[in-house]
Antibody, heavy 120, light 111 residues
Framework: EVQLVQSGAEVKKPGESLKISCQAF????????IGWVRQMPGKGLEWMGV????????RFSPLFQGHVTLSVDKSTGTAYMQWNSLKASDSAIYFC?????????????WGQGSPVTVSS | QSELTQPPSASGAPGQRVTISCSGS????????VNWYRQVPGTAPQLLIY???QRPSGVPDRISGSKSGTSAYLAINGLKSEDEASYFC????????????FGGGTRLTVL
């Protein structure tokens, strides 16, 4: 069974760093893209970017380029998203999702979401 | 404000048909595949339609997608209470070096 299991809720202060994870089960991790989507409280979905575990190639939305870093650990089948300096406006739920790369907006399996709260 | 426009709300009685629209432009809907997601509050989105009109396995055939020009449509026949959720369209947009854009979402109420 395909599953994406994300790390738990985080509470951070502005300026702190954070790395959240998304571990894949039940399929060939290297063969599918992992996309990341932000959902701010009570709002819609925003596409942040994708990473291809096979070669760690990435593609970012201009809105998020330079603000987050995407990486993978192929040995554990885990994708990561990292911030070096959080802002209060980064408070949101972050979803990872699996895509095949043929249709960039199509993601067939999703993680449960990682809530992030940034507050002083 | 999203590049894709959806009505903020829709409603229908059990058993009825509801259609949700997603209006874009030549740089997104007009030239790329459209996808649709359902999201129940507190849960992750679920893919309902990809490549304009294809259903993933497990999605019932009472749910369908279509596209005409720069607008796409999601139709749900035989409404059930379990259909009450928010629905989002998504598509690749060729502008600004390219990125995926989502519609603002449509909250469907089953009366």
């Amino acid at each position: 069974e395909v599953q994406l299991v994300q790390s738990g809720a985080e509470v951070k202060k502005p300026g702190e760093s954070l790395k959240i994870s998304c571990q894949a089960f039940g399929y060939s991790f290297r063969s599918y893209w992992i996309g990341w989507v932000r959902q701010m409280p009570g709002k819609g979905l925003e596409w942040m970017g994708v990473i291809y575990p096979g070669d760690s190639g990435t593609r970012f939305s201009p809105l998020f380029q330079g603000h987050v870093t995407l990486s993978v650990d192929k040995s554990t089948g885990t994708a990561y998203m990292q911030w070096n300096s959080l802002k209060a406006s980064d408070s949101a739920i972050y979803f990872c999702a699996r895509g095949d790369g043929n249709n960039w907006g199509s993601y067939d399996y999703w993680g449960q979401g990682s809530p992030v709260t940034v507050s002083s | 404000q999203s590049e894709l426009t959806q009505p903020p709300s829709a409603s229908g009685a059990p058993g009825q048909r509801v259609t949700i629209s997603c209006s874009g432009s030549n740089s997104n809907v007009g030239s790329n595949f459209v996808n649709w997601y359902r999201q129940v509050p507190g849960t992750a989105p679920q893919l309902l339609i990809y490549n304009n009109n294809q259903r993933p396995s497990g999605v019932p055939d009472r749910i369908s997608g279509s596209k005409s020009g720069t607008s796409a449509y999601l139709a749900i026949n035989g409404l059930k209470s379990e259909d009450e959720a928010s629905y989002f369209c998504s598509v690749w947009d060729d502008s600004l070096n390219g990125r995926v854009v989502f519609g603002g979402g449509t909250r469907l109420t089953v009366l």
